[in-house]
């Protein structure tokens, strides 16, 4: 069964920033609450207390509520008033729409002396003949019952035939309590037949499921449809029985048709479950290794290639207000791939990219999703093309020397060093020529023309 908890009492105290301690009203109706505890040790300054459309049968755990003034129990299991001798403030009791049946039970709310209204409409006891006499002259505190005011006329009309009133009451409820007796027989009964048919059910679908030979397997795999179509075929003739079904107003048949209904729901949620686990595998790449291109959500999309800045943008029209912890991009050489609340985008991109440059941002205004992918083979065409330039241009490599700036002629990175200054010759004839050839023959010519050359390997 279900009952309260600190969890449940904790979000209905928002109003009080969560905090129970010092809560003075809350709110508990339609929780399906079947027991009623723990409230009068968490929340011991309640004043309003409202607990309609549950399936408290008893009203119980209430009575350390000293400042409890309103206290709304409507459309419950209730079958007779009790536990409320200490709740000294009380001043309103609403009892609408249970099963009162013992009237005389009212007789404990005598001591609740500051009691003005009670509602009690809905109830089995109101059938009973002399009903509001007997309430009117047992509770002489009440202003109000069932919205009707009590005038002084009439208390003193109810006074007078009291005796006669409560012995026709007497009488009224054991004809009652005998007729809930046969009631909870025959409710335990039907529970029973509900038990009894619901294990040959599972019985049978156990002794369908697992056949004995495994030639049987494939043909119960072929009709698999149409044993679903069977099956919801079955529940919706269970749910025609089961509601056009006649039984008695009883709080036991309002239980049932509470677990019922439970059942039901939480069929619905396995059955839901189950469909969720069984996600579709999409093919992303084949067994070939071919990429494919895939839109399983279903977005927008424009790719455009930035030749002047030597990159590849994507924009992927993204739902504005999805949260960006729901997308998980995926850069690769030659594809992007884009998960969007598990539901894979994947492109084949036109040029390899370089995936460690590239970058995702979300639009502040349109929420598209911007990936940049830089190009990895136009890179490396320019680096070549710098490089070219570089070993062409033998003014530009002078004035580096110059500047104390060291040019790396050499691809291997191994073989860099400094020039040789002692070594170099500029030949004006040979200028723009592309890089100078240092020929050692030709130094050599040089030293014997020079005959007065000294050469000092220090310079």
Known sequence: FLSVTEDLVRRRAEHNNCEI?????????????????????????????????????????????KKLEYLNVALNNIERVENLEGCEELKKLDLTANFIGELSSIASLK?????????????PCTEFEGYRQFVVATLHQLKYLDSKEIERSERIKALQNYPEVKWKIREQEQAYLLKRAREKEEAQRRMQERKDKKQKQMDSKL??????????????????GEQERCRTAENDEEDRRFWEE?????????LET??????????????????????????????????????????????????????????LAVYRHLDTSLLDVDVQPTYIRVLVKG???????????????????????????????????????????????????????????????VEK????????????????????DRTGQGPIKLQPQKVTEVKKSCVDFENNEDV
């Not at 079947?34 to 309003?48: A, F, G, P, V």
């Not at 006649?246 to 309002?254: A, D």
Request: with cysteine; glycine share 4%; hydrophobic share 30%.
């Open 21 to 65: 301690f010092s809560l003075e009203e809350i709110s508990l109706h339609q929780q399906e609450i079947e027991k009623l505890e723990h409230l009068d040790k968490w929340c011991r300054d309640l004043k309003i207390l409202y607990l309609q459309n549950n399936l408290i049968p008893k009203i119980e755990n209430v009575g350390r509520l």
């Open 111 to 123: 001591c609740n002396i500051h009691l003005k209204e009670l509602f009690l409409v809905g109830n």
């Open 246 to 254: 006649p039984t008695p107003y009883t709080p036991e048949s309002r």
């Open 409 to 428: 002629l050499e691809v291997d990175p191994t073989k860099y060093s400094f020039p040789d200054v002692t070594k170099i010759i500029q030949e004006k």
């Open 343 to 405: 539901k894979p985008f994947q492109l084949v991109l036109p040029e390899e990219v370089k995936p460690d440059s590239s970058s995702a941002k979300r639009s502040q205004t349109t929420g598209h999703l911007v990936v940049t992918m830089p190009k990895a083979k136009e890179i490396l065409a320019k680096q070549k093309v710098s490089a070219s330039i570089k070993h062409s241009d033998c003014n530009t490599q002078q004035k580096n020397t110059r500047s104390g700036q």
């Open 258 to 315: 509470h677990r019922y209904i439970e059942e039901k729901r939480r069929a619905k949620d396995n059955i839901r479950e189950s469909k969720k686990r069984e996600k579709p595998s999409w093919t992303l790449i084949t067994a070939e290794g071919k990429v494919l291109n895939v839109n399983v959500p279903k977005l927008h999309f424009s790719l455009k290639d930035d030749e002047e800045n030597n990159q590849i943008i994507l924009d």
């Open 207 to 224: 002794g369908f499921d697992s056949p004995d030979s495994p030639q049987e397997k494939p043909k119960q795999a072929e009709g698999d």
